[in-house]
């Protein structure tokens, strides 16, 4: 098996902001805690019953499915956080597309150590694998029209760093992380407010005053339009950075991004399946954001077998 010397980021762009060690740091020791409990009857009572304390053993996580794999690196540090002597070798990179028999990496270390960090390291390999594969396929599809594939807001509590992780190994661009980086003004925000007129005035006031406030670059605005009538509304106050052109037809995209004319970007979005984002792009558009990247990606099988 071919060796990955540089490691599992081979390859690889620089990992986004919120991939801070102590972010994810944070989302191991959570869900260890899910996984071994805490307090007097914390463990993994199976390993501490059947395997001595000092056994030392390998195990290898095998592909058994066709596509790319995503949480590489992050098994290794999850390996590493349950026991920092543990041995690995890095064969395949996040990244990569990968096939059945395919091995990505062995860890060589103590056997109660590898058995506590399995589960997860595969629940999140899974996971991750099965989104970066979807976006790759979305990704592919869009070559060479000059659109780009975002992701959304769409995911599993608590698991999001590692589902956006999953869409930038797959060659995807991240959304807005949270409520907290970016604003956006969709239908139940307009309606709230009195229409896109006056939502859109209050949030161009606030991001203003927000900044001055806290010395932090303005947030970018995203206003939602579902009809070419709200384009124009949206057109005619001023200042959205991007444009959000929400379940519109084909044709009625098009006339949108021609009636934009490059004063903001223009994003589609609206329940979009891999099969329509040619078309889709065709009109024009900067980017698609699909929802399905996270909540409909088929997890991949995989599986860490001790040899």
């Known amino acids: 098996m071919a060796k990955c010397p540089l490691g599992p980021n081979f390859g690889r762009e620089m990992k986004p902001a919120y991939l801070t060690p102590a972010a994810i740091d944070a989302f191991i020791e959570a869900a260890l805690r899910e996984d071994l409990g805490t307090g007097p009857g914390a463990g993994d009572h199976s390993a ?38 543990i041995e690995l070798e890095f064969i395949l990179a996040d990244g990569q597309a990968a096939a059945p028999g395919q091995v990505a990496f062995t860890a060589h270390g103590n056997a109660r150590a590898i058995l506590q960090g ?20 979305a990704v592919e599809l869009l070559a060479g029209t000059g659109t780009q594939i975002l992701d959304t807001r769409k995911t599993t509590p608590n698991f999001r760093l590692l589902e956006k992780w999953a869409v930038h190994i797959g060659g995807g661009r991240n959304h807005r992380f949270g409520l907290f980086d970016m604003m956006m003004l969709k239908d139940n925000h307009n309606d709230y407010a009195g229409g896109i007129g006056p939502a ?15 010395g932090q670059p303005r947030l970018k605005l995203e206003v939602e339009a579902r009809n070419l009538a709200e384009v124009a509304e949206i057109l005619a106050v001023g200042g959205a950075d991007v444009i959000m052109l929400d379940n519109m037809s084909l044709a009625h995209m098009a006339q949108a991004v021609q009636l934009i004319g490059g004063r903001s970007l223009t994003e589609a979005s609206g329940g979009l399946a891999l099969d329509q984002l040619p078309a889709v792009a065709a009109t024009g558009v900067n ?7 996270t909540h409909s990606a088929r997890n991949l099988d995989l599986s860490l077998k001790a040899f």
Do not use: W
């Open 287 to 293: 980017f698609i954001s699909m929802g399905a990247l």
């Open 48 to 85: 501490l019953a059947a395997v001595p304390a000092a056994a030392r053993r390998r195990a290898r996580l095998l592909v058994k499915d066709h596509g790319v794999l995503a949480g590489v690196e992050l098994a290794g540090i999850i390996l590493r956080k349950v026991d920092p002597s």
């Open 118 to 137: 399995e589960r997860l390291l595969l629940n999140c390999m899974q996971r991750m694998s099965g989104i970066a594969t979807l976006t790759r396929q």
């Open 200 to 214: 859109m005035t209050a949030a161009l006031a606030y991001r203003e005053q927000l900044a001055q406030q806290t």
